[in-house]
């Protein structure tokens, strides 16, 4: 039975009046998915409720800040506290110490942090970071990776393998996209011929160390070792932009879970508990150069702000002490669901494959595999749109892109798991 939808078409009339596409990031406007999206009103646990009063099972989890579900009581409750005694102050405060420590001893290539208020902060600043220590001017980054929407960073790969980056949106300047260098991901040997051609000239490589943004695709084989090996050898800094896998994919996010030491790294999403909360960190001979202390300037109102230093450590205390219980169920009930659908696609003969590490996962509509965002974008999206709908309409409320991540939490449950398979065999067999 189709979901009611007056109020939420309501509410999209009058933001769209006020704000651009009525909505505050691209993504929630549901463009790729070709149906209308709901206002959500409430979050509780695994579930959400829209303005209407639709329910749904949600796998989106605010783009993965919310690995313990919505309104964590613990969570809630640190955010309640730090308000009674003010929301900022533009001053240093004791929770910005104790959010550091935190994620210090979760990271051990981080002996220091900054906090900001956005992954885009946290991956720009980081670059700048990178050009001051190396004193270089190039980036390299990778086609499908997304590592926020700084203009060095809103980049798309040149015409020939290697060549420089042409700008990935309006009013970005070919100046400033000339020193970003896009290539394929999981490639070595396209990533040897840039530093060959660009030698000594490369500050850092920015890498999404498990990808999201092209749907969840890890790297293989031993891809990670190399770009660590590569980039040591031409003294390139190498940022590991764990914004969506930091405490994500393992509490030490995938340089615990590959073993790899990143010079710097990217933080947001699960360290600000979903408030607003960016970082950038590494060892203390590069983080020393950012100011006061150093040349690199970087600064922000709101960075450490005490409600979202307080959410923040809620969440990650919570991570830390129950880890050995919390993981490994992200892990057994993300296959269950994952498989499941799969299970249900390879029985409608639907042509589907799946990437997923831990509790972050993409269906592709897709035989596969998919390795890089040359092989993703021969995605079905308008099979990838269908199954959406049909998704929503049954209360199950999936990212509204093929290109994007989905998210499991510590708050699903065996029955949202049983049901989302559920609704998924339905949608396979209209
Ligand atoms: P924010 O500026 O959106 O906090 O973070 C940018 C960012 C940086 N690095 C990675 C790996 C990211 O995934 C992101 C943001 N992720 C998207 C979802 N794919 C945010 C959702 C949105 O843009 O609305």
């Known amino acids: 039975m189709p979901r009611k939808l007056d109020e939420s078409r309501r509410l999209q009339k009058r933001a769209e009046q006020l704000i651009p596409g009525g909505v505050n990031s691209p993504v929630r406007a549901f463009k790729a998915v070709g149906c209308e999206a709901p206002f959500i009103v409430r979050g509780q646990g695994s579930h959400i409720w829209d303005a209407d009063g639709n329910e749904y099972i949600d796998y989106v989890g605010s783009w993965?800040?919310?690995?313990?579900?919505?309104?964590?009581?613990?969570?809630?409750?640190?955010?309640?506290?730090?308000?009674?005694?003010g929301t900022s102050f533009g001053a240093s405060t004791p929770s910005e110490a104790d959010l550091a420590e935190l994620v210090i001893e979760a990271f051990p290539t981080v002996q220091k942090v900054r906090f900001v208020s956005s992954g885009t902060e946290a991956t720009m600043?980081?670059?700048?970071?990178?050009?001051?220590?190396t004193k270089r001017k190039y980036v390299i980054k990778f086609e499908g990776c997304y590592h926020g929407h700084a203009d060095s960073l809103l980049v798309k790969a040149g015409s020939g393998i290697a060549t420089l980056g042409i700008p990935g949106s309006a009013g970005v300047l070919e100046e400033i996209s000339q020193f970003t260098i896009a290539l394929p991901f999981n490639d070595t040997?396209?990533?040897?011929?840039?530093?060959?051609?660009?030698?000594?000239?490369?500050?850092?490589?920015?890498?999404?160390?498990v990808v999201g943004n092209m749907g969840c695709v890890p790297a293989t084989g031993d891809y990670l070792a190399s770009l660590r090996t590569i980039t040591q050898r031409e003294k390139t800094v190498l940022i590991?932009?764990?914004?969506?896998?930091?405490?994500?994919?393992?509490?030490?996010?995938?340089?615990?879970?590959?073993g790899i030491k990143p010079d710097l790294t990217t933080f947001g999403k699960i360290i600000g508990g979903g408030l607003p909360v960016g970082a950038y960190g590494g060892r203390s001979e590069i983080m020393d150069l950012v100011a006061p202390l150093g040349p690199m300037y970087q600064a922000g109102t709101l960075s450490g702000n005490p409600l979202a230093m307080a959410a923040g450590i809620a969440q990650l205390k919570i991570?830390?002490?129950?880890?050995?219980?919390?993981?490994?169920?992200?892990?057994?009930?993300?296959a269950k669901l994952v498989e499941g659908v799969a299970a249900a696609a390879k029985d409608a003969g639907v042509p589907l494959s799946f990437q997923r590490v831990g509790s972050m996962f993409t269906w592709f509509f897709n035989p596969g595999p998919v390795t890089d965002w040359a092989s993703a974008t021969k995605s079905d999206v308008a099979a990838f749109g269908r199954f959406f709908r049909k998704m929503l309409d049954a209360g199950i409320y999936l990212p509204a892109s093929q290109f994007e991540a989905a998210f499991l939490s510590a708050a699903h449950s065996e029955e949202d798991i049983s049901k989302t398979i559920d609704a998924a065999r339905a949608a396979f067999r209209k």
């Open 125 to 133: 600043s980081a670059i700048r970071l990178a050009r001051a220590f």
């Open 240 to 258: 590991f932009d764990e914004v969506m896998t930091g405490f994500r994919v393992a509490y030490g996010g995938a340089q615990e879970l590959y």
């Open 189 to 209: 040997e396209v990533l040897e011929q840039a530093f060959s051609k660009y030698r000594h000239l490369i500050a850092c490589v920015i890498v999404e160390p």
């Open 319 to 334: 991570l830390r002490d129950k880890k050995s219980e919390i993981y490994p169920r992200l892990e057994s009930l993300s």
């Open 64 to 85: 993965g800040p919310l690995i313990l579900g919505h309104a964590e009581p613990s969570v809630v409750e640190a955010i309640l506290s730090a308000a009674v005694n």
